[in-house]
T-cell receptor
Framework: DAKTTQPTSMDCAEGRAANLPCNHS???????VYWYRQIHSQGPQYIIH???NNETNEMASLIITEDRKSSTLILPHATLRDTAVYYC????????????FGTGTRLQVTL | DTAVSQTPKYLVTQMGNDKSIKCEQN?????MYWYKQDSKKFLKIMFS???????INETVPNRFSPKSPDKAHLNLHINSLELGDSAVYFC?????????????FGSGTRLTVV
């Protein structure tokens, strides 16, 4: 699976949008962009994924650039409960595919 | 109505002992996984089973043996526990091998070897 690059940490004020960037310049045509997060002491939680179109669900929006070399996860109105480590992962589907976690971005939401 | 449940949540044991961690999912998923998160917080996949068949086996010591009696269960047995086995172990499941629809993780088992 292709590697991703994310900032180590970010801060966001509560109620503001949190925009988390991810670079994946070596992504292949059949690889999806996935976002997970891990809140302290909990299991990782799936957030959203996409191939090339922008995606939105009840948790977040995913914006993927046209060349697919980078993406941004947007939490529209961050709350204190969104404080977590956010992982951007590229993954191809298939029997032997495996979700490989990097170091992620530690998002701290503050009052 | 927990989706992926692991037991026990905490496990403290002495070096050399043998222990098991159990995992069950009620999502009807076909694929289950074990991950290990060490003290530096790196999450690494250990094993993956699809319909009771082993499909991913990372470089894990032979002391670790997964067992899948049916596709809803994936247990992890560890022989001759060592200090370095101390970590949080997460079980996960996905609808398909490769997790195209996303993985659902359990809440983890914190193993401490003393």
């Amino acid at each position: 699976d292709a590697k991703t690059t994310q900032p180590t940490s970010m801060d966001c004020a509560e109620g503001r949008a949190a925009n988390l960037p991810c670079n994946h310049s070596t992504i292949s045509g059949n690889e999806y962009v996935y976002w997970y997060r891990q809140i302290h002491s909990q299991g990782p939680q799936y957030i959203i994924h996409g191939l090339k179109n922008n995606e939105t669900n009840e948790m977040a929006s995913l914006i993927i650039t046209e060349d697919r070399k980078s993406s941004t996860l947007i939490l529209p109105h961050a709350t204190l409960r969104d404080t977590a480590v956010y992982y951007c992962i590229v993954l191809s589907t298939g029997t032997a595919s495996k979700l490989t976690f990097g170091t992620g971005t530690r998002l701290q939401v503050t009052l | 109505d927990t989706a992926v449940s692991q037991t026990p949540k905490y496990l403290v044991t002495q070096m050399g002992n043998d222990k098991s961690i159990k995992c069950e999912q009620n999502l009807g998923h076909d694929t289950m996984y074990w991950y290990k998160q060490d003290s530096k917080k790196f999450l690494k996949i250990m094993f993956s089973y699809n319909n009771k068949e082993l499909i991913i086996n990372e470089t894990v010591p032979n002391r670790f043996s997964p067992k899948s009696p049916d596709k809803a269960h994936l247990n992890l047995h560890i022989n001759s526990l060592e200090l370095g086995d101390s970590a949080v172990y997460f079980c996960a499941s996905s609808q398909e091998a490769g997790g195209a629809g996303g993985y659902t993780f359990g809440s983890g088992t914190r193993l401490t070897v003393v």
